[in-house]
């Protein structure tokens, strides 16, 4: 098993950047693709980016292509997602979701507000 530990919400205005960071820890040699997702209020939680086990980015969400970048760092046991000029529209609990061993891992989400 896994777990999954976010960091890096905040409130920012409109235009600025924030980096959310998952720390993996547990059987890490285990997992496999990783990824971001949020949930607006209201909404259903939806796919942000996806990347590789070797840390290939495979997936934007057409919203936020172009302005997010997600990475990774094995040696570190991170996927690291970085936003450059939010929207209110990017306003969502961002959750940081693991493959491994076929189980899905999640972080319990962080919190991203952007303000006009």
């Known amino acids: 098993q896994v777990q999954l530990a976010e960091s890096g919400g905040g409130s920012v205005q409109t235009g600025g950047s924030l980096r959310l960071s998952c720390v993996i820890s547990?059987?890490?040699?285990?997992?496999?693709?990783g990824a971001w997702y949020r949930q607006a209020p209201g909404k259903e939680r939806e796919l942000v980016a996806r990347i590789t086990r070797g840390g290939v980015p495979r997936e934007y969400a057409v919203s936020v292509k172009g302005r997010f970048t997600i990475s990774r760092d094995n040696d570190k046991n991170r996927v690291d997602l970085q936003m450059d000029n939010l929207s209110p529209e990017d306003t969502a609990v961002y959750y940081c979701?693991?493959?491994?061993?076929?189980?899905?891992?999640w972080g319990q989400g962080t919190q991203v507000t952007v303000s006009e």
């Open positions: 547990g059987k890490t040699w285990t997992v496999g693709p």
């Open positions: 979701y693991a493959s491994a061993q076929e189980l899905d891992s």
